[in-house]
């Protein structure tokens, strides 16, 4: 009960906040291929909040993230992340070659 309630406690100071560290760049920028910046910044957000309202409910969340499945299934996600991360850079590619030779007729 106390640890249902520790992390009531910690999703409403996550909501209640803003998140000004989480400073992200246009996916429409060349290099830019980690999809998984925002998440990762959330995610590290909510670790701190949890820890200063119950660093066991914390030291639980870490144990839990790192455990052999939760990194196993990061890294295929963050692998399919990159493909699609690049595909989504192809793509723009592609629009902005259509958008300069069929509508402005460069």
């Given amino acids: ?52 309202v119950s660093p066991k409910v914390s030291q639980f969340l870490l144990d839990t993230v790192q455990s052999p499945s939760v990194v196993a299934a990061r890294q295929r996600f963050a692998k399919e992340a990159a493909k699609v991360s690049i595909m989504f850079e192809q793509l723009i590619e592609k629009i902005k070659n259509l958008w300069y030779t069929r509508v402005l007729g460069y």
Avoid at 2 to 22: D, F, G, K, M, N
Wanted: charge should be neutral.
């Fill in 1 to 52: 009960m106390l640890q249902s309630r520790a992390l009531v406690i910690a999703l409403i100071l996550l909501l209640s906040t803003t998140l000004p560290e989480v400073q992200s760049t246009s996916i429409f920028e060349k290099g830019r291929r980690d999809l998984l910046a925002i998440p990762e910044a959330i995610v590290s957000y909510f670790y701190e909040t949890v820890n200063k």
